[in-house]
């Protein structure tokens, strides 16, 4: 009885480990590691979920530990298998690369999009706005024309065009290397005929454009923050992130410019994350309206062409 009982014990520990150990063990690695969190999860476990999914080729929507059914978390994995994922962990903590640089793809909007060192990782609340058309602030039928600044791998203005379908979308980058990226994502959701990309320093290549949205994400860290920031983001391109001494450098000229690319009624949508109450403090003469969001993140306002400053 006692031999069975150790045979059946030893057979145990040889037998493979399942997707979810797998996930387990990653997720220890990682915790106890401190790697930062922040480009697409916010917590060890969806991290390791995303990483082995990912090894294994039994990625998903989302990219995170979403329901799957048990069935999926019990099934066991080869050693190759395992290897796969236990190398691509020790990556994620030895270069402190975020998990999409390792996977080349990520989600937003509920849209896959490919991604690399090129770009920022998208990761905007602005993902929830998009999703619900822009409503309230626009009537979503009525739009014809958007504009998506800094627009990186094109996810914003991807994504807008989805959730806008009568809408065409101008996206600009003073990065010709981003562009390059937002080429192949627009190409992979077939949306060359609606989403037009131009290389350009906010404004500069516009013309008398106008539209019925401006949205932005544009760089808003100030040098001293840069500094601070973990060393994940230090894998991101810096033009994507810096934004001079205080963090106003872009969006100033966004507020300065915006209104003559407006139309009638339009709404201005800006991201600056942490840069909020430097722009509350600098810009005191407009009414921002800082906008929330049911899943977490902040630091957007609107403004409508009629609140933003004249030339």
């Not at 106890?32 to 999914?53: C, I, K, M, Q, Y």
């Not at 998009?130 to 094109?154: C, K, M, N, Q, Y």
């Not at 562009?179 to 516009?206: I, Q, T, Y």
């Amino acid at each position: 009885m006692a031999r069975a009982l150790k045979g059946r014990r030893r057979a145990a520990r040889r037998a493979p480990p399942t997707v979810g150990e797998l996930i387990a063990r990653g997720a220890r690695r990682l915790a106890r590691a401190r790697v930062h969190f922040g480009h697409g999860t916010d917590n060890a476990r969806d991290e390791a979920a995303h990483l082995t999914l990912h090894a294994l080729g039994l990625a998903r929507a989302g990219g995170t530990a979403h329901a799957r059914g048990a069935a999926l978390y019990r099934r066991r994995v080869s050693a190759s298998g395992a290897r796969r994922a236990a190398e691509l962990i020790a990556r994620r903590i030895g270069e402190r690369l975020p998990a999409a640089y390792l996977t080349g793809s990520t989600w937003f909007a509920g849209l896959e999009f490919e991604v690399d060192a090129r770009v920022l990782i998208p990761r905007s609340p602005l993902a929830e706005l998009i999703e619900r058309r822009f409503a309230p602030w626009v009537h979503p039928e009525r739009v014809r024309r958007v504009l998506d600044i800094g627009t990186g791998s094109g996810c914003i203005a991807i994504a807008s065009a989805r959730a806008l379908p009568r809408a065409r979308v101008d996206a600009v980058d003073i990065s010709p290397a981003a562009l390059a990226v937002a080429r192949r994502n627009v190409r992979r959701h077939r949306l060359g005929a609606r989403v037009l990309l131009k290389e350009s320093d906010h404004f500069s290549a516009l013309g008398r454009s106008t539209y019925d949205i401006i949205v932005a994400n544009p760089p808003y860290v100030g040098a001293r923050e840069l500094e601070r920031l973990p060393p994940e983001y230090r894998h991101e391109p810096r033009v994507a992130l810096a934004a001079g001494p205080d963090g106003l450098d872009s969006v100033a000229v966004i507020l300065r410019e915006a209104r003559r690319h407006l139309r009638a009624g339009g709404v201005l949508i800006v991201e600056v994350g942490n840069t909020e109450r430097a722009v509350a403090r600098a810009f005191p003469q407009l009414p921002f309206l800082w906008l929330e969001f049911a899943r977490g993140g902040g630091g957007v306002f609107l403004l409508r062409r009629e609140q933003l400053p004249a030339d």
